[in-house]
């Protein structure tokens, strides 16, 4: 070798050895942002292409997502309310917490009134307006009357005197229907099912609930309330519900996952190399190609993301199974070539082999980045650059460190060797069953069961569903993956497009297609609606006053009120402004947004029965959208999975044109075949074993491609089949297959899948790879003798 | 023309409205009287038993209510029923049709246009304590008032009298003063003294115990939804 070739060799290894220590302090200092690792699935999913929907749904889901509901219960109210008390006290010291309500029922009854009470010739409930539209006034004073005759006469008296219709507490009481379940005692609103009674806590956190030092401070807080609660109050149950619960088990989960994967991953990597190499140096030369991939990969990928998600932590822990493969090239050369064996001769033959093989690879899971889910784009970074480290590594690194006289590779004929020669012998016999297995991939393609729900990307543990299902069933909640969007160029123009609307969500009630809903306009009428109930009441007053009987004009002009109802002009109208700065108002901000001058108004159904309904309803008018958030993600990912099978083609075509100018026609084809059907074949056997397919499945379709035609790829570069070689490739496909084989072992629904299909399909490329040259129609030599 | 006299009939005058209006407050003697204890509460027992011996009865009544603001009492008349473990209903006639049911659980009221509302008495802590107190009397579960009531009693000849204090501030009997039930076989008259000032006395008259089962009608009643 010359100098210059040498010198050239020693700037690079200490380049490369510069940047793996750069990008070691680098990740050392910036190692809490790896430890706040992103554990929310959904961040996974791709963005809305109706962007302005998918900002209302985002901003809802955001708010929702840092709030949790605690449900303190008891077989009695009174050590409902106490225990409920004493958790809300212990809890409170979290400073995790921005806030803790509980239902203070006489607490939102008081600022409801003091909002309400200035307008009360302005609102009306929908009772009054009919009795004054269909009957007139004196009917509308016949209903107060009677709700003075009633045992709640108490709640009506106060009103008489601004407000002889009683227009205010009636309009709060049809706002806010109580509920079945719902009981005050000592002003608490309380839940009650099954003899149980409920107190309700309403936590917002103040920061996301994904951030682990969160879930920490505040798990820890709520456990020893919990157990605090429980010494001193019995038959105390606690329910708690929130993204906050979902997302730190989620991380446990992938935590617990990624120490164990990457662990077995690499125990198992080393020994199998120990027990084919049968030395340390190998096995300290492989952990530090492994290790530089594992750098290069969370180095980039932090350059590249503010924050790296659990999925591609995890994912990663299968890189470490690829990563080696090239090492282990590098290894068994020197077996081949063991009399005058050096660094650069053995780089010489294997390049061609590991470049190809690497770069098939990056190209595969690069790929990847193409379609629009965004976990992808950091999984496709994450292994690209992985793998570039630990081909860089075993480039740059090995033939500085690899010194053959100190190493006595001692490859004598293990059972390992003398059964491979024999294994590869069988497989190339097995060329028949290639017609076999084509039949049985046409057959699954056939009969394949596509699911494209969101549950195939993520099923939440049962006892956190099963608490989540008891809160909603319990406090009535609002579905909020189902929802109606209205469209205005302002408030007031959503508000009436509301009101208009809920005249047939009132008849979607009716029909029971709904039990109720949840509209703003509810709680804030559009101006037009307070002017509308305004001049209903002035023209009956007008019709109707000097006709009154004297029973009558005894309730309207109780507390000598000569003229009730009548304001001074201007009118002072319940203005937006006025709404959202209530106390009471506040909590409704997030029913209403504006984007780009447009506005956008929420209407949740509750207890929707009958989706075709509201569907049928929705369908004629543009300004009004129903989304059912769900199927709105599956059919993103149908859309995902159908650009996917493209890609796929497209990469499979791509690497076959790149190849066919090193290896002509025959060759090429039959150097993707394998990958190609290995890969159908291990969709078929998901198939047959009634699997549910899904874009996990689909997406694993590449990578098995690119992993599995290193296998081919070398059978291609080798003129000779020898044991070493073999057994090379034996020991890369066994590092993959144990890597992807542990991802298949996930909780994971997505990894699990991803996992088995390249665990399959990496599988049967090795076994089916001894065909390429059945295939190829290639003439080899096997050269299974001893001391080659 | 001398004006002296004028002003002695208009004292003399005076003075009889006062009596009357003392003799007519006579639930000031009641509640001056010892409260019931453990050696009086047999007159309460006593009292008791005439309602819990009525399974049924049916009389006609007269509410007024007297409310501060209104110039005139709001009165209304019509049908009572009392039915042990059903509840009790009161059947306005007058001035319009309205039918209020009250049960151990709900309050049903259906107005003169048919339409029906329920709530349940546990989402209105006034309306539960009324309806307890109330069918606790009717019932003749003398327990349940004296513990949640200061009792007062009284039995004279054939009449007797029972008055109620709320104790303490327990959830909706806020608004409440006093409760005065009054009767002799049957129960005459309930007054009911609120804190704003307003009453309401509701007086029963035409008791009938038998016929002792329901009638298709009034069955329905109860199952008002």
């Not at chain 1, 994967?261 to 027990?275: A, F, K, R, T």
């Not at chain 1, 393609?445 to 809160?471: A, C, F, W």
């Not at chain 1, 023209?539 to 000097?546: A, L, T, Y």
Request: aromatic fraction near 10%.
């Amino acid at each position: 070798m010359s100098k210059t070739t040498l010198n050239k060799n020693s700037v690079f290894f200490f380049a490369f050895i510069i940047f793996i220590i750069s990008a070691t302090i680098y990740l050392a200092a910036n190692v809490n942002k790896l430890k706040d690792a992103d554990s929310d699935i959904l961040s996974l999913l791709p963005e809305d292409t109706n962007q302005a929907i998918y900002q209302k749904i985002k901003i809802l889901s955001n708010e929702s997502v840092n709030e949790t509901i605690i449900l303190i219960s008891n077989k009695t109210p009174d050590d409902c309310i106490s225990a409920g008390l004493a958790f809300q006290k212990s809890i409170s010291r979290c400073i995790e917490f921005k806030n803790i309500r509980t239902l203070n029922a006489n607490e939102k009854l008081n600022e409801s009134k003091s909002l309400y009470e200035p307008f009360h010739n302005l609102l009306m409930p929908q009772t009054t307006k009919f009795l004054l539209e269909a009957k007139g006034l004196n009917s509308a004073i016949q209903q107060t009357e009677s709700k003075l005759q009633s045992p709640l006469s108490v709640y009506y008296q106060n009103y008489l005197q601004n407000d002889p219709l009683l227009n205010i507490p009636l309009f709060i009481q049809s706002a806010f229907p109580i509920k079945k379940n719902q009981i005050i005692h000592d002003d608490y609103l309380l839940l009650k099912e099954d003899e149980e009674y409920f107190f309700v806590l309403q936590c917002t956190l103040n920061q996301s609930p994904f951030n682990q030092n969160i879930q920490l401070n505040v798990l820890s807080a709520l456990n020893n309330a919990e157990n605090e609660i429980k010494k001193q109050y019995h038959n105390t149950r606690i329910i708690k519900s929130g993204v906050l619960f979902f997302a730190a088990r989620g991380n446990q989960i992938a935590q617990k996952e990624i120490s164990t994967l990457g662990i077995s991953s690499i125990v198992g990597v080393l020994l199998l190399l120990l027990m084919v190499f049968r030395s340390i140096k190998p096995l300290t030369l492989g952990l530090l190609s492994i290790c530089c991939g594992i750098i290069s990969a969370l180095f980039v990928s932090s350059l590249f993301f503010d924050r790296l998600h659990l999925v591609t932590l995890t994912f990663g822990t299968s890189l470490i199974g690829v990563s080696i493969d090239y090492a282990v090239h590098f290894f068994s050369d020197h077996k081949i070539n063991s009399k005058n064996w050096s660094a650069s001769n053995c780089l010489n033959r294997i390049l061609p082999g590991i470049s190809w093989g690497a770069f098939t690879t990056i190209l595969a899971f690069l790929a990847l980045a193409l379609n629009p889910l965004p976990g992808l784009h950091q999984i496709a970074i994450f292994s690209a650059s992985g793998i570039i480290g630990a081909y860089l590594a075993v480039l740059l690194l090995f033939p500085k460190l690899y010194k053959p006289h100190t190493i006595q590779i001692k490859v004598n004929e293990s059972y390992f060797y003398t059964y491979s020669s024999k294994f590869f012998r069988f497989l190339h016999s097995l060329k028949f069953l290639l017609v076999l297995f084509l039949a049985i991939i046409v057959y699954s393609l056939i009969n394949i069961n596509i699911q494209d729900d969101i549950k195939n990307l993520y099923s939440p543990p049962e006892d956190l569903k099963n608490n989540e299902q008891m809160v909603h069933k319990i406090f009535d909640q609002t579905d909020p993956s189902r929802l109606l969007v209205i469209t205005g160029s302002s408030i007031e123009d959503v508000l009436q497009k509301e009101e208009n609307f809920c005249l047939t969500l009132q008849k979607l009630k009716l029909d029971q297609h709904l039990n109720s809903y949840y509209a703003l306009s509810t709680f804030l009428p559009s101006i037009k609606m307070q002017k509308s109930n305004y001049n209903l009441l002035l023209m009956k007053i007008n019709d109707s006053e000097s006709k009154l009987t004297e029973e009558e004009k005894n309730i309207w002009f109780a507390y000598d009120n000569k003229q009730p109802y009548r304001s001074i002009q201007p009118i002072n109208y319940l203005t937006p402004e006025i709404f959202f700065n209530s106390q009471f108002g506040n909590t409704f901000k997030k029913f209403i947004h504006e984007r780009n001058g447009q506005y956008f108004s929420v209407v949740l159904p509750i207890g929707l029965k009958n989706e075709t309904a509201i569907q049928n309803a929705v369908a004629n008018k543009k300004e009004i959208i129903y989304i059912n958030n769900r199927e709105r993600i599956s059919d993103s990912l149908k859309l995902m999975r159908e650009k996917i099978t493209i890609s796929t083609i497209v990469i499979y075509i791509l690497i076959t044109i790149l190849l066919l100018f090193k290896h002509g026609l025959k060759k090429s084809l039959a150097i993707v075949l394998i990958p190609l059907i290995s890969a159908l074949l291990a969709l078929s056997v998901l198939v047959l074993a009634k699997q549910n397919i899904h874009i996990g499945h689909f997406l694993a379709l590449i990578i098995v491609l690119g992993t599995g035609i290193d296998y081919t790829i070398f059978l291609a570069e080798s003129q000779k089949i020898n044991k070493s070689t073999w057994v090379a490739i034996t020991v890369s496909a066994l590092t993959t297959i144990l890597s992807f084989g542990l991802l298949a072992l996930c909780q994971t629904e997505f990894l699990r899948a991803f996992g088995q299909m390249v665990l399959l399909g990496v599988g049967f490329s090795y076994l089916l790879c001894p065909l390429f040259y059945s295939i190829a129609s290639d003439k080899f030599e096997f050269t299974f003798t001893e001391n080659e | 023309m001398k004006v002296w006299p004028i002003y002695l009939i208009l004292a003399i005058l005076s003075l009889l409205l006062a009596q009357k209006v003392n003799s007519d407050d006579t639930n000031n003697d009641l509640f001056k009287k010892k409260q019931i204890d453990d050696n009086t509460i047999q007159e309460l027992k006593d009292i008791a038993k005439i309602f819990s011996d009525t399974t049924l009865v049916r009389t006609k009544f007269i509410q007024t209510k007297l409310i501060k603001g209104l110039k005139k009492p709001l009165v209304s008349e019509g049908n009572f029923l009392f039915a042990q473990n059903k509840g009790l209903f009161f059947e306005t006639l007058k001035p319009f049709e309205q039918l209020t049911v009250l049960t151990p659980k709900n309050l049903i009221q259906k107005d003169s246009a048919g339409i029906v509302s329920v709530i349940t008495s546990d989402a209105h802590p006034a309306l539960k304590n009324s309806v307890t107190t109330f069918l606790s009397v009717f019932s003749g579960e003398s327990e349940i008032l004296l513990k949640q009531f200061q009792v007062y009693c009284e039995i004279s000849q054939n009449n007797w009298q029972i008055g109620l204090i709320p104790k303490g501030k327990s959830s909706g009997n806020e608004f409440i003063v006093r409760i005065t039930f009054s009767g002799d076989k049957f129960l005459k008259t309930i007054n009911i003294d609120e804190k704003e000032g307003n009453t309401t006395t509701i007086q029963f008259m035409d008791h009938q115990t038998t016929p002792l089962e329901l009638s298709k009608n009034e069955q329905n009643y109860f199952e008002q939804k």
